[in-house]
T-cell receptor, first 114, second 108 residues
Framework: DTEVTQTPKHLVMGMTNKKSLKCEQH?????MYWYKQKAKKPPELMFV???????INESVPSRFSPECPNSSLLNLHLHALQPEDSALYLC?????????????FGDGTRLSIL | RKEVEQDPGPFNVPEGATVAFNCTYS??????FFWYRQDCRKEPKLLMS???SGNEDGRFTAQLNRASQYISLLIRDSKLSDSATYLC?????????FGAGTRLTVKP
């Protein structure tokens, strides 16, 4: 069982829909991440939150909107997505400081855009 | 040039073989390094952190060479269950960068 919980596990949506992906962790981690992973490719970093503030945005299109309401929750709001946005979306968390602080991943939301 | 480069393989080896993966990184200020394993349609799971002095965990040995900017993973006595994609990850200020992953298949 993963300590990072993502919901939903699967999501199918049309290009005009608005939906949200949710991520929750209770490990006391103060850094949280969103990644996008296409088949047979490594995860690509999208956003990093550090102490609930957005610290890294990897030039992600505005149709993806992250939100970190508190230290345990991370959301990714989706609107007007394109078919090429279909992918596995992974959330991860870690300690902010200190060496050798690995990320712990949720098992992802598999997103399909029709 | 990619920030983290990794031979994608695939590596197909018999059970019991020893196999080694390498990974190079471009940011000399990188602070920490990890190997993750990812099974098909699953999330990445931490295999081991990579310490400057090298470290071992059972059949797995990780090494770091900061001067040459590469990390390695050695798997001894391969098991069927080792079949997976192995991802090297390089961290700088919580900006985690993944290598492309090396696909390993261990055959009976």
């Amino acid at each position: 069982d993963t300590e990072v919980t993502q919901t939903p596990k699967h999501l199918v949506m049309g290009m005009t829909n608005k939906k949200s992906l949710k991520c929750e962790q209770h490990m006391g981690h103060r850094a949280m991440y969103w990644y996008k992973q296409k088949a047979k490719k490594p995860p690509e970093l999208m956003f990093v939150y550090s102490y609930e503030k957005l610290s890294i945005n990897e030039s992600v299109p505005s149709r993806f909107s992250p939100e970190c309401p508190n230290s345990s929750l991370l959301n990714l709001h989706l609107h007007a997505l394109q078919p090429e946005d279909s992918a596995l979306y992974l959330c991860a968390s870690s300690q902010v400081k200190g060496e050798f602080q690995p990320q712990h991943f949720g098992d992802g939301t598999r997103l399909s855009i029709l | 040039r990619k920030e983290v480069e990794q031979d994608p393989g695939p590596f197909n080896v018999p059970e019991g073989a020893t196999v080694a993966f390498n990974c190079t990184y471009s940011n000399s200020a990188s602070q920490s390094f990890f190997w993750y394993r990812q099974d098909c349609r699953k999330e990445p799971k931490l295999l081991m952190s990579v310490y400057s002095s090298g470290n071992e965990d059972g059949r797995f040995t990780a090494q770091l060479n900061r001067a040459s900017q590469y990390i390695s993973l050695l798997i001894r006595d391969s098991k069927l269950s080792d079949s997976a994609t192995y991802l090297c990850v390089v961290n700088y200020n919580n900006d985690m960068r993944f290598g492309a992953g090396t696909r390993l298949t261990v055959k009976p």
